[in-house]
């Protein structure tokens, strides 16, 4: 039994240490607005949060976190650089839309393809590779 807690004591610790060595020995940032980054399978990345009141009423609301993803470092500054046009377009878009539309089980899914869609037609932007949601609610 002892021989049990060490090994599985051991395997915590390497666990551990490999997660911690994956982020550069640094704990992962939680800021709202995080700075660019390169992911292991050479995507950049940058990540928002939103909190908007939708066209219901007064009261509905959605709270989101978003991550673009792309594949060259050329957008990942286009990115960066039109940040608040970014922003603006996914704010307008959230604004407009219903609680029922946001309460859809595949609402993530359409919401990331309109995302996609406008920063790729506005802005330029060639290789947007992803739009992900790391949080979602609706109230």
Do not use: H
């Amino acid at each position: 039994m002892l021989k049990i807690k060490i090994v599985s004591a051991i395997l915590v610790l390497m666990l551990s240490l490999g997660i911690l060595s994956a982020c550069g020995g640094k704990e992962p940032a939680e800021s709202p607005s995080e700075s660019p980054t390169v992911t292991p399978a050479n995507k950049m990345v940058i990540k928002e949060s939103f909190i908007n009141n939708i066209m219901d009423d007064e009261t509905s609301f959605v709270k989101c976190k978003i991550t673009l993803e792309t594949d060259t470092l050329e957008d990942l500054d286009r990115c960066v650089n039109a940040k608040e046009q970014i922003m603006d377009i996914i704010n307008i878009l959230l604004r407009n839309k219903t609680k029922d539309f946001l309460v859809q089980p595949n609402a993530t899914i359409l919401l990331g393809e309109e995302i996609k869609t406008l920063i790729i037609q506005e802005l330029a932007i060639e290789t947007l590779s992803g739009v992900y949601f790391t949080e979602y609610a609706t109230g």
